[in-house]
Each structure stands twice: as C-alpha cells, then as structure tokens.
C-alpha cells in the first residue's frame, strides 16, 4: 500500500509517539488520558477482533455511539482491515436505523447508550444484522458471539493467524476503496448514503496540509458528533498531525470542556459562537457603567487594531499601547471564556453572522468559516488572508473549484468530491452537472473571489407579495440574541413572515427571578405580560438590519425545544420544515388569521 494512503500515515503518527497522551475523554466528571502505545494497542486488538468475527474487506460496520476515544479506535480499526465505517446518529428513530442498517448492508453493529443497545438488539433479534458490540460495556452476557462487550471483543483475536490476516488486510488497501458511506440528515426524503474513498480524504488532507498548521503540541476539543463528517475528518487529520484530541460525549458541557482542557484547536457550528457572543453583551447589561464604558473602549480599540491586522500593516504607535492595555484589561478575559489557549477555530455547518465573526477575530480568536459538505470530504472554502468579507465563507482551497449554475447554484469539481450515493444512481445522476457537483445552495462571488452563501435553494421562501426570503438569514439574525434558542420562519405564499420562537429557557427563569417575576410552569412565565415585552424588544432590535419584508411581523413563543427525536430536527440540528409546519399547523395558522400583523 502508498505510503500516500491516509491509514499508513494514521498508523505511522499512532505508532510512533509512545507515552505521550494521545487521548483524552470525560468520564464521570473526570478526564482520563491514553498513550499513543495503548491507543494503537487498542486499534490492532479491535482489527483481530473484527476478523474473527468474519467481517470481510469491504463491508459495512455501523457505529451508533456518542464521542468518546473508542469511537475513533473502532473507527481506524475499522479501516485497517478493509472494512466500512457507516457512522448513525445516537438518538435517531428505531425506523432510520432501521433504513441505514438495510441501505448500507450493515452486517456488524457497534453501538454505546440503552436505546441504542435495544435498537441494535432488536435488529439482531430480527436477523437483519448478525453480530452487535457495546461499546460502553466491557462484557455482555450471550450464549453466542452475536453480542459482544468492548473487552470480549479485543479477546476475539489473539492468535498469530489472526495478526497475520489483519497485517496482510492493511497491506491490501487500495487508494479507490470505500473509507465510509456517512448518510446525509435529509431534511427532505430519505437518507441517502454518501461514498466517500480514501482517494477523496488523502486529497482533503493534502489539501489542508498546505493550508493550516497543526502538530503534536495541539490539543482539539471534539464536542461536535464524530457520526457528522466534518468532526470526524477534523479528528482524524488531527491524529494523523500528531495533536491530542479529547471527546466530550455531552456537547452542553463544551464551555466548562473548554475551561478544563484549554485547547488550541475546536471545530464548532455557529451556535456556540452565537451563544458565547449573546452571552457576553447580556452580562454586559448588568455590569456597572464603568466596566461597560471599558468594555465598549477596548473592543473599539481591537476593532480598530484590526483593520490594520487585516491590512498585513503595523499598529501607529499610539493605537499599539492603547491595544496592549486592552487586551490585558479586556481582550485576554474574553479569550479565557474559551480556555485561553485557542490558535484557530475551523466553523461550519452553517453561516455565521459576519458581526459575530468580525468579535471574535478583534478578540485575536481565528474562526476559520468556511463551507462545505458530507459530499465533497468537508471544507470547500475557507477563511485566508488577506480576507476581505467576513460574510463570506473565504476563497475555494487549493486543487478546488468552485462556479454557480443556474439559480447561482454553487457547484464544486475537484478529488475531494464523493464517488455518488450508494444504491442511488439516478440520485447519483440528478446531483451532477457532467463532472460538476450541484450542491442545492446558492451563492456569491464577491470582487475578492470569495465565496458567499445566500441560502439554500429549495429554502427560499417567496410571500404573496412576490418577495423571496431567505428564512436562515432570518432566523440567523434573531437566534443571536441572548434570549432566543430557536427559530423558525414561515413566509411560503403568505403576505408577511412570521416566526415559531423558542425563547432560551435557562435565561428567563434567570431574568424572572432577577426581576421577582413568580411562575409555576414555562407556559405561565410565556404567557406573563413582562416576558412577553421583553421578548417583543429583543426580537425587533435584532431585525433592525434587515429589510422590511423580511421581518417577522407575528410569532408563537413555544414552550419546548424543537426536538430531533419528534422529526423536527435532522441529527446536525437542522430544522425540518415541513415537519415542524405540521406539527404547529394550528399556531401557524393562527397568526395568518389576523387581521394585520402585530
């Protein structure tokens, strides 16, 4: 096998760095390391254990598990013997299981969690899977190798003959084999089966080889689902770097994670950078006029410092000691929020708001924003200097190109492009444009040669008035603020926008209890005359910026979460319109009944 080939230099980077801590996971409250020695100890034990088990060069092997390190050992021991990793979401319904499972042909199941323990067990029960291993259970009980704890597993293969198979499966990889089949969230049909090779993830990483630094002295925070490709191959091209990457398994933990490890590197969608930002100026509320007055002198400063820095031009001597006191009295607290330690932070998911990306950059905290898709490997654009739009997703990397269609669809052509969806020719078919991929967003081209992302394209919303609205961009502007969880537009041949709003519970009750606002439940503390004025100011300062037709004129403040496991949300927290539309048809129609919008 080349030496080019992504597994050999996964294994090269595991195999030689010893005792240094490889690993980290939360366990308990507790961080526990693992060496590099134990990591690939843990790796080529997996891989015996797998061949025992009769999993044959190219098959599926499922993994439906939280993040932790035995997620990303299964997964490299996985690859090692030729096998394909089928990452599910943990929490996703027994009947998209069950549809990923027969899809993808899945024949071994490795799952952590009860639910997804009895998922599994009834999958086995139903023959429709013959073996399944826990792992977050070392030992499970069975009359048979079709359930297996984590432990049982790495006993399957100890034998010479077994060592000898799983060195001889390594050195059979081929650069055109399958690395993954990942199943994109499809908030519209079914899933479809992403077939992704280790020739598109050694272009991928190649590629940002030459464009990001990373080595053995980083550490990454991987909070984001390793099931999700951008967590995943940020991790792996990580681990292949030589840099420590620590899972955290539950992602409301990630500000506390974040103080604990202190990483220099962190992947993240939008929202915690929307969080961490409408957090900062709701406590900056309450604080005393001197510390707003100071707050308000240094990040002007930063700002300010900034354009320069943006520029490649050095700071007037002036502007360069009033920005080293800033930062000392300001700047530098605000960098602790996130450990204090941060060289860079690859964002993507979705678009964040070019006020809250331009913040962080004046803190001296690089988000890279960029854009991309489980079907081109990840990243197809991303932040470089000089930048010149931070609403812009950056330029196309090296080896990429990227034109727009029709409608301004953008489309992409390069290695980092998948092979098609598994099963799914016509599928495959309707998504190209000769070698083009058509992506379903559309977009910009700014006079810097930036790419900027105006919405998807089935997503625009077109009123009754003839205006189209681009419903993220919306929901983007009002999900900012420090009060408001979640957002959901609907425009589609009405005669104005309105919004299903999930206000931020944690931060009423703290307002209502700082305001001596009694309640007994979240519908009362909704339903009270304050809360709902204050709701109403927050909502129609943010959409100040935009333009008249596209601001919400009414909404319907919910009293619970939109919830992936009701449908409402794809597993990387995607609003399902159309389900959510019919879950709240009677609210939705409410709000049109009115005689005008209030």
């Known amino acids: 096998m080349s030496s080019a080939h992504i597994l050999i230099q996964l294994r090269h980077a595991i195999a030689n760095r010893g005792e240094q801590t490889a690993l980290r996971c939360r366990l308990e409250g507790q961080w526990q390391d693992m060496t590099w020695q134990a990591f690939d100890q843990q790796i080529q034990a997996i891989s015996r254990g797998l061949l025992a088990l009769k999993v044959a060069h190219q098959d599926k092997v499922g993994i439906m598990a939280g993040n932790s390190g035995r997620w990303i050992s299964a997964d490299i021991g996985i690859m090692s013997i030729g096998a394909v990793t089928v990452p599910i979401y943990p929490g996703s319904s027994d009947d998209q299981v069950a549809h990923i499972v027969k899809d993808a042909e899945i024949d071994c199941l490795i799952v952590a969690g009860e639910q997804e323990f009895a998922q599994g067990h009834a999958l086995l029960e139903s023959g429709q899977i013959r073996h399944l291993i826990r792992l977050d259970q070392d030992t499970v009980t069975s009359n048979d190798q079709s359930e297996l704890g984590f432990a049982q597993l790495l006993k399957l293969g100890s034998s010479d003959a077994a060592q000898a198979l799983a060195k001889a499966r ?24 992403v077939m992704l090779d280790y020739d598109n993830m050694h272009a991928s990483f190649t590629i940002h080889d030459d464009f990001i630094s990373v080595d053995e002295n980083d550490e990454s925070l991987a909070f984001l689902p390793l099931s999700h490709v951008f967590e995943r191959a940020w991790s792996l091209y990580c681990l292949r770097r030589g840099a420590t990457v620590a899972f955290l398994n539950d ?227 009002i999900s900012q603020d420090h009060f408001i969880e979640q957002v959901a537009i609907i425009a589609d041949g009405h005669h104005f926008v ?101």
């Open 170 to 193: 390594l050195n059979a990889l081929k650069g055109d084999d399958l690395f993954t089949l990942i199943y994109t969230s499809g908030t519209t049909g079914e899933p479809k089966g």
């Open 251 to 477: 992602p409301r933990l990630v500000v506390q994670a974040l103080s604990e490890i202190k990483p220099t590197l962190l992947a993240s969608v939008p929202r915690l950078f929307e969080k961490i930002h409408a957090g900062v100026f709701h406590k900056l509320e309450s604080a005393s006029a001197t510390k707003r007055r100071l707050f308000g002198w240094a990040t002007r400063v930063a700002d300010k410092a900034l354009e320069y820095q943006l520029q490649s031009k050095s700071l007037p001597a002036g502007l360069a000691l009033q920005h080293k006191l800033a930062d000392k009295l300001v700047l530098s607290k605000l960098r602790g929020l996130l450990g204090g330690r941060i060289r860079f932070m690859p964002c993507g998911g979705a678009k964040l708001d070019a006020t809250v990306v331009r913040f962080f950059h004046s803190l001296g905290l690089n988000v890279i924003c960029g854009y991309g898709m489980t079907e081109t490997s990840a990243t197809v654009a991303a932040f470089a200097q000089p930048l010149k739009d931070f609403g812009s997703c950056g330029k196309p990397l090296p080896g990429l190109e990227i034109r727009l269609g029709a409608d301004n669809e953008i489309q992409v052509k390069g290695a980092t492009v998948m092979r098609g969806y598994y099963n799914r020719p016509e599928a495959t078919d309707e998504s190209f444009d000769g070698e083009w991929l058509k992506t379903g967003d559309a977009g910009e081209i700014n006079e810097a040669g930036e790419l900027v992302i105006v919405e998807r394209i089935k997503e625009l919303m077109k009123t009754s008035n003839g205006k189209y609205v681009a419903p993220q961009r919306v929901e983007g502007a």
């Open 498 to 598: 309105s919004a299903l709003v999930v206000p931020s519970f944690e931060a009423l009750e703290e307002y209502a209890k700082a305001q001596q606002i009694r309640f007994e439940s979240l519908a009362q503390l909704l339903d009270h005359d304050r809360i709902k004025a204050l709701l109403a100011e927050r909502i129609a300062e943010c959409q100040q910026h935009l333009a008249p037709y596209e601001r919400v004129k009414q909404y319907r403040l919910l009293a619970r979460e939109f919830s992936a496991e009701l449908g409402e949300l794809t597993p990387t927290m995607k609003l399902k319109r159309r389900v959510i539309n019919q879950n709240y048809r009677e609210q939705i129609a409410a709000m049109y009944r009115s005689k005008a919008p209030a």
